[in-house]
């Protein structure tokens, strides 16, 4: 299971990048990505997700369809 990104939010601020605790967030193109072989969900590291935490944007770092 992963996170992901939905592009057309994303304003490419940056803030979930740094919060990662699993590198999983990349700038790509225009638009920050969530590498779903990397992300944990944040498992064992944090209660919540990280980037759903910090991102400015309502609902633009949200749980992708497994
Ligand atoms: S859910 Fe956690 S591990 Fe996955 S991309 Fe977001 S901050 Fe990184
Ligand atoms: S915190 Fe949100 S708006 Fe900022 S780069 Fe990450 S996904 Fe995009």
Redesign the pocket.
């Known amino acids: 299971m992963?996170?992901k990104i939905i592009a057309s939010q994303c304003t490419a601020c940056g803030a979930?990048e740094f919060?990662?605790?699993?590198?999983?967030?990349k700038f790509k193109g225009e638009t920050y990505i969530?590498?779903a072989k990397?992300?944990?969900?944040?498992?064992g590291?944090?209660d919540t997700?990280?980037?759903?935490s910090v991102c400015p944007v309502p609902d633009t770092?949200v749980k992708a369809a497994a």
């Not at 990397?38 to 498992?43: D, K, M, S």
């Not at 997700?49 to 759903?52: D, G, K, M, Y």
């Open positions: 992963a996170f979930c919060e990662c605790p699993s590198a999983a967030i969530i590498d990397l992300c944990t969900e944040c498992e590291a944090f997700q990280q980037c759903a770092c």
